[in-house]
């Protein structure tokens, strides 16, 4: 039995367009109405069509939700005039404490500095006012001290679906990211 799908993928992409935020599954099939059972196939058939050379976007998962956004190759061309405000570029030392959290997370403020050498205050502050990290716990240490791990997002910062997506690191820059623990 062959399924038609068009107009499914259709309601879908009409959704897609409507919404600002990546949308999973069980919301996709809750706002169009469709079964789950529908959406699966749906997202298929729609991965297919973008995947074709004429077409300038793609359905991407994020932070485990879908979003059709423009093709990878193309947001260079894209990124001066349609780039949000809120994705001015992160500086060196906020990139390295950014991915030092990402990699090592949860991770207190003095592991961080152990890590990077000097004091992570300033960059710790810039990165939960951007909100791509937010504080996940307190270590069961004397002081207790705060921990932090990476936020959603982060994930959509990045284009990543999941912290698993973080490119693997090289045995010498993982075991530089261990000497703190």
Not at 119 to 126: E, G, Q, W
Not at 153 to 174: G, M, R, V, Y
């Amino acid at each position: 039995m062959e399924l038609h799908l068009e107009k499914e993928a259709a309601l879908l992409e009409a959704i897609f367009f409507l919404e600002a935020e990546p949308l999973d599954d069980n919301s996709l099939s809750k706002i169009s109405g469709l079964g789950l059972e529908v959406i699966e196939p749906v997202l298929d058939y729609l991965q297919e069509k973008y995947a074709k050379e004429d077409s300038g976007i793609e359905l991407v998962q994020i932070s485990g939700g879908w979003i059709i956004s423009p093709k990878v190759e193309l947001w260079s061309s894209l990124k001066e005039r349609y780039g949000k405000k809120s994705d001015k570029r992160l500086s060196r030392s906020a990139m390295e404490t950014l991915s030092i959290i990402a990699y090592s997370q949860p991770i207190t403020r003095g592991e961080i500095e152990a890590i990077r050498g000097v004091s992570a205050d300033n960059m710790i502050r810039l990165l939960l006012e951007r909100e791509l990290i937010k504080e996940v716990g307190k270590k069961d240490i004397p002081g207790k001290p705060t921990q932090y791990g990476t936020t959603k997002n982060f994930l959509k910062f990045f284009k990543l679906n999941s912290i698993a997506d973080l490119p693997k690191l090289q045995e010498t820059e993982s075991e530089r990211f261990e000497l703190a623990r």
